[in-house]
């Protein structure tokens, strides 16, 4: 099943969504305006806040609500990637130039805290101080677990658990975020909560494993920045690690971390490619997708539950 | 008065609110808690918490909800100095060395962003949406307004107006930030809230021309930074605008902005010491220091209540 599809119950909402980002630009200072226009402009696929709004369709679903959590959920991963991108000094993303690499580091450092802002703005418009709160310990986990990454780059010496505590922190959280508060929000009975906390961290470990593959097998056309980024960045990721089990003697990422030399980047991918890697990686991200639907059935058959199930088998079809 | 006998009725509580700032060092991991450690070493003369607990000494004083806010206007803050000081590239805060310079700016850039999400939590426990949704709304105002600063920096064309604006985002919102949420905080009537917000704007405002006529009277050793930091930043400060105003022909704040000539920057301190210009800042100053209190009057008379008069009086006399 496409996007498309997948989001038909809250396809109108998501609308709603992407209007009130982009409003955000509505402000009165001429440059500040048009940064904030071209941050909104490209919003990715809309996958956090439609994690935001699908549970909340099960129970009361109440847009005064769900709406500024959806805002809000979109708008602390826009902030987080435009300093992501200003600690990676990447030039591209979405297929656009980052804000760093046009305005500089200084301007997206206070763009992302202009947007954290904004996003927290959002959330105080729930009402709600439980995902008020679970909003902020969110972005601690986040922050940490790049902390955690950055500090980690190029070190060899790093678990499978490292690796997905790692991006348990980066992309998991989040998504955990969305799905939890849109079941708090709708008022949701305990139970489904947890259901809905449990569908976000499996879905988000899914989805970001799917991530660290298409850094290899993808092409920078359908990425909208270049291939190899992690390794270029000295980020261990699954499909890496897994070569570097394989062939314990003669590794380019090992070459690769110790001395630099980045011709090892596309050794390594081939490697990848030539191996069963991606499809053992695949199967991983499936496991994590069927352990994320394994209590949907507790929650009513809607289209929307369908939805959800849809979105896992979508996450682990993506580049297949 | 001194700042310890002015925080008398809150000192306990000001300790506990140190108490908890140092505890948010307590984390797993061990790089993180040493530099979360640091962080909170120096926490400055704690005007933010004090500015919160004082307004609600009046009223309901209920630390449940007090103690959280004042945590977080401090971490705010704290937060927003990590991320100015690795855009600045400055050396030392507080007579210690910055995270940019020990850490690098990545590492400033994440372990600001984790404070903002720590000063979140804190505002979180409050469970008073209009305080969080103002917390949210300061940190927009304080990032927009150092995107402003940012972005005029260097620019002979600044009006007053500007001067006034910039200094209310960057300092006094914050201030006022703390007022307004200790007197909501504690049940005041709203009557009390708006004059605990004229208070915070312009005591700000004071305090912040205050720290900028000290760039130009201080010592390094006094004020735990090199002296001319504003100037040398491209940032026009109060003195700096006199300055221009009554030696418009020949001046070395414009020679320092068109050329870029550091030298210009001890000729433009000789300057400014040996005429009447830090007496008429402190005279501005002094203004706004007493708009702060021409309403607190309308307020119980309470020792806090002169706590906050003798505040704004310790204000414009530091460094005279």
Redesign the interface.
């Known amino acids: 099943m496409e996007l498309e599809q997948i989001y038909v119950p809250v396809q109108d909402d998501l609308n709603r969504v992407g209007d009130a980002l982009k409003s955000i630009s509505h402000?009165d200072?001429a440059?500040?305006a048009e940064?904030l226009s071209y941050v909104v402009k490209e919003t990715g696929k809309g996958i956090r806040p439609a994690l935001t709004l699908l549970p909340g369709k099960s129970y009361e679903y109440d847009l005064t609500y769900l709406l500024p959590m959806a805002v809000s959920v979109e708008l602390m991963h826009t902030a987080?990637l435009v300093?992501d991108d200003?600690?990676d000094k990447a030039l591209t993303r979405r297929g656009q130039a980052t804000i760093n690499s046009i305005w500089g580091?200084?301007?997206a450092?206070?763009?992302?805290?202009?947007l954290?802002?904004?996003?927290?703005?959002s959330?105080?418009?729930t009402?709600?101080?439980r995902v008020?709160?679970l909003?902020?310990?969110?972005?601690?986990t986040?922050?940490?677990g790049?902390?955690?990454q950055?500090?980690g780059a190029f070190n060899l010496e790093q678990s499978r658990e490292n690796y997905y505590r790692r991006i348990y922190s980066k992309t998991a959280s989040l998504f955990s975020l969305a799905t939890q508060s849109g079941a708090i929000l709708s008022r949701s009975p305990e139970e489904v909560v947890t259901v809905m906390k449990e569908y976000g961290d499996n879905l988000g470990i899914a989805f970001q494993i799917v991530d660290d593959i298409l850094d290899f097998t993808s092409t920078e056309e359908a990425m909208g920045k270049p291939v190899g980024s992690d390794l270029t960045q000295g980020t261990l990721t699954l499909p890496a690690m897994l070569l570097m089990e394989r062939y314990p003697d003669d590794n380019p990422v090992v070459r690769l971390f110790e001395t630099g030399d980045k011709s090892n980047i596309a050794r390594a991918i081939e490697m990848v490619l030539d191996s069963t890697i991606i499809g053992d990686c695949y199967k991983i991200a499936s496991e994590y997708c069927s352990q994320a639907c394994q209590n949907l059935n507790l929650i009513p058959d809607t289209p929307s539950r369908e939805s959800l199930y849809a979105l896992a088998d979508y996450v682990i079809k993506q580049g297949t």
Chains 1, 2 share one sequence.
């Open positions: 402000v200072f440059w500040l940064q987080t300093h200003a600690i580091d200084e301007i450092i206070l763009m992302g805290d202009y954290f802002a904004k996003a927290g703005e959330v105080a418009d009402r709600t101080p008020i709160k909003f902020s310990q969110t972005l601690a986040i922050s940490s790049e902390i955690g950055f500090r």
